[in-house]
């Protein structure tokens, strides 16, 4: 942290340089945006959108201090080895330096972002709520106010410092991937990038999180280029797809042996089905280990930009201006408007 200068300056919470990745063509300082608090889709300068005036300057008592350089050296840090992977697809080109750059940066990405501070103003906003409704004692009603600007922005720094390295430690042992999709059909970024999926349902203990098994985190690095992070227990699931294939092979040979009846011609082609199955997460694997990216098609974008959606607070923002996604998301879920966030009852 740096002492601030005083001076008030337009501070994005998503770095220009992973915007400019996403800017329309042949105008790289725009970018198309669509605001779903109003439904208005627009282009505009990039400096202009994912920023607020001195998000990242704080009065600590009669001092202020900013955190803005501190981010745009970790920024300069990670655009290289960023700008590395653009370059070559692959991820084979990162030196260990380079891969534990990006990690920070994806770790602070996720705790740098406007909809923290919302999720902190909401959480402290509803506890003293609930206080003011659930207790009766004056002094603690009279303490149960929501907290000012400056003390949640106080709290995303104390956020910052707290979760940062541990983030960082989890991102480098998770397995990484690289995925590319046609140009023709870009993918999204939105005011809050680095998005999470999970296919596991663990019930009422929830299944997002930096540290959860079988967690999914993506973050999208250009128009058709995703970085994935992966729990490495995503192989025990490849194994079981496996295991449950063998099965159901050995359940076919069993009804074969018992009833001679059986369309040979069938049972052919369901053998070579299940051979083709089993060889997928090996392809897969091998695929991780060489660095190269998994190539995916129009299904995989929609995933990736329906967790951009869900996601942001406000802003999703593309290299063309084809929203019908988030139209469509928001017309089916009125909650995909305000994006994913913490209740209280």
């Not at 891969?99 to 999720?119: D, G, H, N, T």
């Not at 359940?251 to 011609?265: G, S």
């Amino acid at each position: 942290m740096v002492q601030n200068s005083g001076k008030s300056e337009n501070q994005h919470y998503v770095p220009q340089f992973l915007l400019r990745n996403f800017s329309i063509p042949q105008k790289s300082n725009q970018i198309y945006v669509f605001d779903k608090h109003i439904d208005r889709a627009f282009s505009t300068n990039i400096k202009n959108i994912a920023s607020e005036r001195d998000f990242y300057n704080f009065n600590a008592g009669e001092e202020s201090i900013s955190l803005e350089g501190n981010l745009s050296s970790l920024e300069a840090e990670a655009q290289k080895g960023i700008n590395n992977i653009i370059e070559n697809e692959s991820l084979k080109v990162l030196s260990y330096g380079d891969k534990s750059w990006i990690a920070l940066f994806v770790a602070v990405q996720f705790l740098r972002v406007k909809k923290q501070r919302e999720v902190l103003n909401e959480l402290t906003g509803g506890l003293a709520e609930h206080i003011r409704k659930m207790d009766s004692d004056s002094k603690k009603i009279e303490m149960a106010t929501a907290l000012s600007e400056e003390d949640i922005k106080m709290m995303s720094l104390e956020c910052f410092v707290k979760n940062a390295p541990v983030f960082l430690e989890l991102l480098s042992n998770k397995i990484w991937l690289l995925y590319k999709y046609p140009e023709a059909n870009p993918l999204y970024i939105s005011d809050n990038p680095v998005v999470m999926h999970n296919d596991e349902d663990f019930g009422p203990y929830g299944n997002i999180g930096f540290a959860v098994p079988k967690i999914q985190i993506y973050l999208p690095i250009c128009s058709y280029l995703a970085l994935g992070f992966w729990c490495p227990s995503m192989e025990d699931k490849f194994r079981e797809n496996v295991a449950e294939i063998e099965k159901m092979e050995r359940e076919m040979r069993e009804k074969l042996e018992i009833n001679p009846h059986i369309d040979r011609e069938h049972a052919k082609l369901f053998f070579e089905k299940c051979q083709q199955e089993k060889r997928k997460p090996f392809d897969f694997i091998d695929k991780v280990n060489s660095g190269l990216p998994i190539i995916g098609g129009g299904e995989q974008v929609t995933f990736l930009n329906s967790l951009q959606v869900k996601w942001s607070h406000r802003f999703v923002m593309c290299s063309n201006n084809d929203f019908a996604l988030v139209e469509r998301m928001i017309s089916d879920d009125e909650k995909n408007r305000e994006g994913m966030k913490l209740t209280f009852n």
